[in-house]
């Protein structure tokens, strides 16, 4: 295990190559093996029944342990039972933890696995149970628990424990969340407006697959095995399908409101107070939303820790390459933080050892220490569009000096994206799990070939990016809708294209929200967007409109020799898709304009002030 200097405060970055040695190292087993108890009952206060596996630390002989322990606890919607198989997609194997003095309790959500009651994803109901869960856990009642908690999991897992942790139960100290969701609609419904159609239908699929698997409890309690299949049936027929169908029609599932608001922690993390560690991905479904989690909490004095590396969402679900980032295995990084708040074993370097963000630096493979997400070492810039961009010629320019007047047509290509990194994000990572290599993975050129490019010369000084971008087009279409797709790239010298990270717009969805839109240094680095029916307007034939893109945060140098650029298409398949009302319009000629009196910009905060670029 390597440790990565702790730079809190700084923006310095350190490749994990040259790590020091760690002052702190990982303690040993205290048991040599474990003792599942199967499927105990939770009751609800609406007397509905989950159930929960716990899982204590045995003797040789196989006999549990008789001694209260801290209590870690999972709530999953993918029944426990095929998650203890998921060849680690779960997070850590809990035997880890277990063996050095936990108890782990991993429950089925209402709906799903061996629980009763109807799957509603996060819906208030659910969120209650999270709380009344923890409480269950701490009782005196349980004779393996001594009162104190903890939670960890990935995705769906880590979502949960925000919602629990928003509820203040009793004897929770401390949280690990890996890639949490803030904002449903946002991070990964509707991005930029249009209904998501690669990972949402899979995820839906999933928890109805794994939730109509005969429930584990069916051997020893039939009766109740039975009435709960029956349940998560209805589910499947009342929940699941008809919102797929309701957004895909243009219902209110297409636009933000009250479902999603119920939903969405970024609207209660405000009362999250217990110190939590966040596992982020560049390349992650949720990769908007962990990090303003991680930055509510920092701003309020929460002790947080973020770490951002290179992975998709099943990669950063694992874990398995958090090591890299110089801190040690998940395994090893959970045992660290819930010795410390939940054992209150004393650990004086554990800020100085690990920064409070630490981010994988795409173009050099470096990771970036820092102790804020925006922290004082960013400024807010900009580049502006220059010139036009031809579809299999010339691409048009961005420069910090004067642009030249141009117009660029971006043509409607339902296909645009298939062959880009975009594929692997919002699916989940499952190409990138296939063992054939995919050049689209790694090089984006041969998806902007029909698109509208705009690039710095080959860089003199290199540029440093982090956080949330801005890509502000002023834009015509002949249907009055469509989307902007964006992808901010760097180009190696010779021809390759990395994609950074990416963003959408539908342009009748463009309505502002100053309010909730982020500033830096004046520059918007951050827009929001309402996304309702009411703020929806179409452009009038020959409008020239301005269009505010949210390109989702990332880490990055270009480095002297490349370009930084952003290409920009009408699609991004399979990622997202019109609604059916909305399809026609789609596809449509959409034209970009740079000049004085149409000043299209890119905007990002950078490390340092950004060097000229003409």
């Not at 709530?75 to 997070?91: E, M, Q, R």
């Not at 993390?269 to 990090?291: C, M, N």
């Not at 220490?369 to 010139?387: P, Q």
Request: net charge neutral.
């Amino acid at each position: 295990m390597a440790l990565a200097l702790a730079l809190v405060g700084t923006s310095a970055t350190l490749n994990t190559a040259t790590a020091a040695t760690p002052t702190w190292k990982a303690r040993a087993e205290e048991y040599p093996k474990t003792v599942t108890e199967k499927d105990v009952a939770i009751a609800m206060s609406d007397g509905v029944i989950l159930r929960g596996d716990v899982v204590r630390p045995a003797d040789a002989s196989g006999k549990a342990i008789a001694k209260r322990l801290p209590v870690i606890v999972t709530i999953t919607a993918y029944n426990k039972t095929v998650l203890g198989s998921a060849g680690g997609l779960g997070g850590a194997a809990p035997a880890y933890l277990v063996k050095r003095g936990y108890v782990q309790l991993t429950v089925d959500a209402r709906g799903t696995g061996s629980s009763e009651g109807v799957w509603n994803a996060f819906g208030a109901r659910e969120n209650k149970d999270g709380g009344e869960i923890m409480n269950w856990a701490h009782s005196s009642a349980r004779p393996w628990s001594d009162g104190i908690t903890g939670m960890s999991g990935p995705s769906y897992m880590g979502i949960a424990q925000l919602w629990a942790a928003a509820a203040h139960p009793a004897g929770l100290k401390a949280i690990f969340p890996q890639v949490p969701g803030a904002d449903v609609y946002r991070d990964v419904v509707a991005s930029g407006g249009q209904v998501d159609v690669g990972f949402i239908p899979l995820w839906l699929g999933l928890v109805t697959a794994t939730g109509l698997i005969p429930p584990a409890v069916a051997a020893h309690d039939p009766k109740s095995a039975l009435a709960e299949l029956l349940a998560h049936l209805s589910g499947a027929g009342t929940f699941t399908a008809p919102l797929l169908l309701k957004a895909f029609a243009g219902g209110d599932p297409a636009y933000d409101g009250p479902f999603y608001k119920e939903r969405s922690l970024i609207n209660v993390i405000d009362q999250v107070k217990v110190p939590a560690f966040f596992v982020s991905g560049e390349y992650d479904l949720f990769q908007r939303g962990t990090p303003l989690l991680f930055e509510n909490l920092n701003k309020r004095g929460v002790p947080a820790k973020l770490i951002v590396g290179p992975w998709d969402h099943l990669q950063a679900s694992s874990g398995t390459e958090i090591g890299k980032a110089g801190y040690g295995s998940l395994s090893e990084l959970q045992l660290r933080w819930f010795d410390h708040y939940l054992k209150g074993v004393s650990d004086p370097t554990l800020n100085s050892d690990i920064s409070n963000l630490t981010y994988y630096e795409q173009g050099t493979g470096a990771w970036a220490h820092d102790s804020k997400w925006i922290g004082s070492s960013l400024k807010g810039s900009s580049l502006n569009l220059t010139g036009s961009s031809k579809p299999l010629g010339a691409s048009g320019g961005l420069t910090t000096g004067t642009p030249k007047d141009g117009t660029s047509e971006v043509l409607p290509i339902p296909v645009a994206g298939l062959c880009t990194r975009s594929l692997d994000q919002w699916t989940a990572g499952l190409p990138n799990a296939l063992p054939l290599p995919n050049p689209c993975l790694t090089d984006n050129q041969y998806n902007d070939k029909l698109g509208a490019v705009f690039s710095t010369p080959a860089l003199t000084k290199p540029i440093t990016l982090q956080g949330p971008i801005d890509a502000h087009l002023y834009t015509s279409s002949l249907g009055g809708d469509g989307m902007l797709s964006v992808a901010i790239e760097d180009e190696a010298p010779n021809g390759k294209v990395s994609r950074l990270s990416g963003g959408w717009q539908v342009i009748s969805d463009r309505a502002l929200d100053t309010s909730k839109s982020r500033y830096l240094d004046g520059t918007l680095i951050q827009p929001f967007h309402p996304f309702t029916k009411a703020a929806q307007k179409k452009l009038a034939k020959g409008e020239v409109a301005p269009i505010d893109v949210e390109i989702f945060p990332t880490r990055a140098k270009v480095l002297a020799g490349h370009k930084l650029r952003i290409a920009v298409q009408a699609f991004d398949i399979p990622h997202l898709l019109p609604t059916l009302p909305d399809l026609l319009g789609s596809l449509t000629v959409l034209t970009i304009h740079n000049s004085a009196k149409y000043p299209s910009t890119i905007n990002f905060p950078s490390v340092g002030t950004l060097p000229s670029v003409n």
